[in-house]
């Protein structure tokens, strides 16, 4: 019979307990986290808003693979915000033998107190007819069923404002072991049917790659202009359409759309950086990821290196930790379709994730924000918070 010392008890509930936990709630997230099915359908008028800026690699596939879904939009209008790199003549000839594409040309310049994704936005549904708009990123390309899976999840969920991660494609051995860990945020510790059957707007996940958006519910919450000075624009609007009454769901995309964020190193240390400060409530929400990636899911790698250095209370409980920390990988990467590589190497992951929480802090309360060739600074008219 197996026995344990008082001293390894309590470190078990130190060290393995909170990985334990964790996975727990990471299993029953994957089991209920809605994905859509291929029957559904977006009712209404649905118009599909595109913004664009320096683009044009990547804004043919995006526009072709959401023409050829399953569900065929009312029509598609990309904004180009004043793009320098031929995004515009590369639209232009989509428009000219697509007639659903239409294209809204945009100087560039930001009014006072905008961010440029948001204005884009708020530009696109000015102009949009739809009594649904779905806003999907230029650098993500929709699956044929990917309209279908956002109205199954809608009405399913009866929701006004459906958002949904797409599957992540990463290169990079960096991407491969960080991109993963940000779903880690909320499949970790959030339930999520909370997020649409409870009406608390701070109870909310959005993720802005794509969004299903019922039109009188945008416009109940004040539009893209009421967030146009946010850097997580989504998830405020997020919270304003939970404020306002309606109802918010957030949903698995992987089998809807996909999409790749960094395309290096740099691009995921810098971006990442200038992200994370924002997308939580600033220094409080740095702090609570350090407590998720550091006190809960690195300890028990720490805690085997001091079993290895002669502490032996802490070798069971650390490899308890460990063993729950990789079945939480593998069991997102199979659901989400993720590199085997970032499991193995999990903990260094969790080191790089660790820096970049602390960069993004530094950087964060500095005030000031560089994105897509335009700098910013909060405290001038926008909103960082």
């Given at each position: 019979?197996?026995?344990?010392?008082?001293?390894?008890?309590?470190?078990?509930?130190?060290?393995?307990?909170?990985?334990?936990?964790?996975?727990?709630?990471v299993l029953f997230n994957l089991a209920v986290w809605p994905r859509g099915r291929a029957a559904g359908r977006l009712e209404g008028r649905v118009s599909v808003c595109i913004p664009a800026?320096?683009?044009?690699?990547?804004?043919?596939?995006?526009?072709?693979?959401?023409?050829?879904?399953?569900?065929?939009?009312?029509?598609?209008?990309?904004?180009?915000?004043?793009?320098?790199?031929?995004?515009?003549?590369?639209?232009?000839?989509?428009?000219?033998?697509?007639?659903?594409?239409?294209?809204?040309?945009?100087?560039?310049?930001?009014?006072?107190?905008?961010?440029?994704?948001?204005?884009?936005?708020?530009?696109?549904?000015?102009?949009?007819?739809?009594?649904?708009?779905?806003?999907?990123?230029?650098?993500?390309?929709?699956?044929?069923?990917?309209?279908?899976?956002?109205?199954?999840?809608?009405?399913?969920?009866?929701?006004?404002?459906?958002?949904?991660?797409?599957?992540?494609?990463?290169?990079?051995?960096?991407?491969?072991?960080?991109?993963?860990?940000?779903?880690?945020?909320?499949?970790?510790?959030?339930?999520?049917?909370?997020?649409?059957?409870?009406?608390?707007?701070?109870?909310?996940?959005?993720?802005?790659q794509l969004v299903a958006v019922r039109r009188e519910a945008l416009e109940g919450a004040g539009g893209w202009a009421a967030v146009g000075g946010e850097v997580a624009a989504d998830v405020?609007?997020?919270?304003?359409?939970?404020?306002?009454?309606?109802?918010?769901?957030?949903?698995?995309?992987?089998?809807?759309?996909?999409?790749?964020?960094?395309?290096?190193?740099?691009?995921?240390?810098?971006?990442?950086?200038?992200?994370?400060?924002?997308?939580?409530?600033?220094?409080?929400?740095?702090?609570?990821?350090?407590?998720?990636?550091?006190?809960?899911?690195?300890?028990?790698?720490?805690?085997?290196?001091?079993?290895?250095?002669?502490?032996?209370?802490?070798?069971?409980?650390?490899?308890?930790?460990?063993?729950?920390?990789?079945?939480?990988?593998?069991?997102?990467?199979?659901?989400?379709?993720?590199?085997?590589?970032?499991?193995?190497?999990?903990?260094?992951?969790?080191?790089?994730?660790?820096?970049?929480?602390?960069?993004?802090?530094?950087?964060?309360?500095?005030?000031?924000?560089?994105?897509?060739?335009?700098?910013?600074?909060?405290?001038?008219?926008?909103?960082?918070?």
């Open positions: 019979m197996i026995t344990f010392t008082a001293e390894e008890i309590a470190w078990f509930w130190l060290l393995a307990a909170p990985s334990l936990g964790a996975l727990a709630m800026r320096n683009e044009g690699r990547r804004i043919v596939p995006c526009v072709a693979a959401i023409l050829a879904g399953e569900q065929r939009p009312h029509e598609v209008l990309v904004y180009d915000d004043g793009s320098t790199d031929g995004t515009g003549d590369v639209l232009e000839r989509l428009a000219a033998a697509e007639p659903t594409l239409r294209v809204i040309r945009g100087s560039g310049e930001l009014p006072a107190g905008w961010l440029g994704k948001p204005h884009a936005c708020h530009q696109l549904a000015r102009e949009a007819t739809g009594d649904v708009l779905v806003f999907l990123d230029a650098d993500s390309v929709a699956t044929p069923t990917c309209l279908a899976r956002l109205g199954w999840v809608m009405r399913r969920t009866r929701a006004d404002f459906v958002s949904a991660l797409p599957e992540q494609a990463t290169g990079t051995l960096s991407e491969q072991m960080v991109v993963p860990l940000l779903n880690l945020s909320y499949l970790c510790w959030l339930p999520l049917p909370l997020v649409w059957l409870l009406p608390y707007p701070w109870l909310r996940v959005a993720n802005g405020k609007l997020c919270s304003r359409i939970k404020a306002a009454g309606g109802r918010v769901a957030f949903a698995d995309g992987s089998q809807m759309a996909h999409g790749r964020m960094f395309h290096s190193r740099n691009q995921l240390w810098r971006g990442l950086s200038r992200m994370l400060y924002h997308r939580g409530p600033g220094a409080l929400g740095i702090a609570l990821s350090l407590v998720l990636y550091g006190g809960v899911l690195l300890a028990p790698y720490v805690g085997l290196v001091q079993a290895i250095r002669g502490y032996g209370d802490l070798l069971w409980p650390s490899l308890i930790g460990i063993a729950a920390n990789h079945l939480i990988r593998i069991a997102v990467a199979v659901r989400l379709r993720e590199s085997s590589n970032g499991i193995v190497l999990h903990p260094i992951g969790l080191l790089w994730m660790i820096a970049l929480l602390l960069n993004s802090l530094r950087r964060g309360r500095k005030g000031t924000l560089s994105w897509r060739g335009r700098s910013y600074v909060f405290g001038e008219g926008l909103d960082g918070g």
